[in-house]
């Protein structure tokens, strides 16, 4: 047996350098991911606010999210992606140690909007750079490894967190405000020799990406999985603890389940199925979620839930860089973060609307309804998906990962 079959990330050794040091800055600022996890406790405890009010805080910084991406998309094709995420992670760092400064609600509300508005700028940037780095052929592999750095640095972030938030916030704050400055840092210093993506900026760009009906199909119909997808931020928690009479750390488990498989497992998968066709993929990845989630209604175990995670874990390696690579390709080079602005926009929605939609039918109609509701939901995005028509050519081997 060969090293490259025993390596999970052998099918990056093609990716430029710049592909890398993007990761690289991806992964510092995602290991200083602390503040926003905190951000409610820290607005009830440290600052007196009500539930409610922590949680006008939080919507408020959602919203703001979502009316972001396309904007700072297509800031980004004007001015260049690189600028827009350095810019974005700079700013953004300066705004966590701004943050506990402000005191009462309309100063917190009014930081939340300019603390939203700079630092979700980088999502949309970083997707098209992520695509402008990378040949057509790896792809895929591309954005694995952009999911990779994102899930190494969210394994560390949060746990160190909570450690630093028991003991002060105020240095939780320091440390992700350090974290983005950081990651900026890396793209200031390390300019990435790309020629595609310098030729990009300052082309001129409409609102014209949402009239293009590819772009519509697929974020319309790639919705109703994301909104099954999200349901494991909510009402998965609920059902197992309040329900199942589960212990939390149990949940906790699952996370680190879900984590391992996608570091050790996700890039060698998207290698192996990079030949594949959009429609296939995107099918296939939408099934397994709604396979996954849907299985719930049926198997109450932990051990038949852990089989429910291994599964829908496996549609979103699948899915998400499929998605992405996509999307990135039915756009015109000179207008890809306005695309991937939208792509972007697309798991805002399924983040604000997933969990709130799941907790209500849980609460109003219970567990098995919710699960077969998840299941029929899915179930279109399947059918749909699978009817998108390849938009360029799909490379029949993936020669360059070798």
Known sequence: MTWRALNPWSDLAGLPRDSWLLALATLVNRAGTMV?????????????????????????????????????GRLADK?????????????????????????????????????????EAMRPATLA????????????????????AINLGMSVGP???????????????????????????????????????????GAKTSLGAIADRRLRYVILWLLPV???????????????????????QSFGLLFTLNTLLIVFLEVRLNGLTAHWSAARALSVGSALCTVGFGALAFLTSYLGIVATVIVWTFGEMILFPSTAAYVSELAPPARRGEYMGFYSMTFGIG????????????EAAGARTLWLACLAVGTVSTLLLARIRAEVQQPVAVAAAG
């Open 351 to 362: 983040f604000s609307l997933g969990p709130w939609a799941g907790l209500t039918v849980l």
């Open 129 to 148: 750079l992520v695509s402008d780095l990378a040949p057509t052929p790896l792809r895929r592999q591309a954005f694995a490894l952009n999911r990779l």
């Open 36 to 72: 926003i996890p905190f951000l409610a406790l820290h607005f009830t405890r440290n600052l007196g606010f009500s539930a409610g009010q922590a949680g006008v805080a939080l919507a408020v910084y959602g919203i703001v999210s979502l009316l972001t991406s396309p904007f700072a």
């Open 159 to 201: 746990a160190a967190g909570g450690f630093l938030a028991a003991h002060s916030f105020q240095t939780l704050f320091w440390v992700d405000g350090v974290t983005s400055i950081a990651a900026a840092a890396v793209m200031f210093f390390f300019p990435l020799r790309v020629h595609s993506v310098e030729a990009h900026a």
């Open 79 to 119: 001015v260049g992606s690189q600028r827009i995420l350095t810019i974005s992670l700079f700013l953004g760092g300066l705004g966590f140690w701004a943050l506990p400064l402000l005191r009462t609600l309309p100063q917190v509300l009014g930081g939340m909007v300019v603390l939203s508005a700079v630092s």
């Open 226 to 248: 994301i909104l099954v997808f999200f349901q494991h931020e909510g009402p998965l928690p609920v059902w197992m603890v309040e329900d199942l009479g589960l212990p939390t």
